[in-house]
């Protein structure tokens, strides 16, 4: 089935996974992450449905587009996204760069094809119902050529659906990108920043959001702590909230690559490229499109 889809050679390493680059490559600390905390994320292991209501804002509230589909899930994860696309779709191919397409929840499952590649490399042969790439793009080299991708697998009767991180208005002042990440990142190891966060991250969310009574913006305390924090956000326990605070911390300062998109800049490069846009969501960046 899979030769129907794509032109390249695949090694099957893993039983249910096909490999197309056996590397890492730029995702390393996101295959860390989801070996070591897939199941902070997936709702039918905590009961959630923060993931549904995600991926049901993103498809613009009409999950019933999936249903009977051959989808293209890119950058999947661990699945938090894959174990409801199966339950819609004819069939769907899931693929992460990363290490975490072996922890994926919903591997094993008879409509689901695990592919671990950089998709910028898959030559397309017979092309998708639906691609959907969510929270990939800003993490590329290039994200308008991953971007302009994605329309390589489809025809005009196809749907991509797609986020980019939005770019923060006060850019220059965002201490993640000019301050926190590069120091980090230079002076100490991935594994020795989550050992501290494991240990402190109580202490941190604390100061944290004492700061944030503090002060009027958001910006202020997220540059004095550079921890993620989704109290009030998310209606979970405290120590679920850390979780969620260690995962996502690691998330954002050990990318290797964040280009976030203004909506304005994403537009350009879709009217640019003869790209139609049948819905979007300029708070969210997200975006329902198909080829003109």
């Known amino acids: 089935m899979i030769d129907d889809f794509f032109q390249n050679k695949f090694q099957k390493i893993d039983s249910d996974v096909y490999v197309l680059e056996k590397e890492d490559d730029y995702t390393t600390n996101f ?18 449905k923060i993931s549904y209501e995600y991926l049901n804002d993103i498809f613009f509230n009409d999950l019933n587009i999936l249903k009977e589909k051959e989808v293209l899930e890119i950058g999947c994860g661990a699945g938090r996204f894959t174990e409801y696309i199966i339950k819609y779709c004819k069939s769907c191919f899931s693929l992460d760069l ?35 790439c969510r929270g990939v793009l800003q993490h590329t080299p290039n994200p308008e050529i991953y971007l302009l991708k994605l329309f390589e697998f489809i025809d005009k009767n196809g749907t991509v659906v797609f986020d980019i991180y939005k770019k923060p208005k006060l850019f220059f002042l965002n201490f993640k990108y000019i301050l926190w990440r590069p120091l980090i990142q230079k002076l100490v190891s991935y594994e020795d920043f989550e050992n501290f966060l494991k240990k402190h991250i109580s202490k941190l969310l604390k100061i944290k959001r004492i700061l944030k009574k503090m002060f009027i913006l958001d910006i202020i305390s997220d540059n004095i702590i550079p921890i993620w924090d989704y109290k009030n956000k998310l209606k979970m326990s405290d120590k679920e909230l850390e979780k969620w605070a260690i995962l996502d911390t690691l998330d954002g300062i050990y990318a290797k690559y964040d280009f976030p998109l203004s909506f304005n800049k994403i537009i350009k490069i879709l009217n640019k490229n003869n790209i139609k846009v049948l819905k979007s969501n300029k708070k969210r960046n997200f975006f329902l499109c198909q080829k003109f």
Do not use: E, H, M, T
Not at 31 to 45: F, P
Not at 98 to 121: E, P, R
């Open 31 to 48: 295959g860390k992450q989801w070996r070591d905390y897939r199941d902070v994320q997936i709702d039918s292991i905590n009961k959630y």
């Open 98 to 132: 990363s290490q975490a397409i072996y922890f994926n929840v919903a591997k094993g499952d008879n409509k689901l094809k695990l592919i671990k590649c950089n998709y910028i490399n898959l030559k397309p042969k017979k092309k998708f119902d639906i691609v959907l």
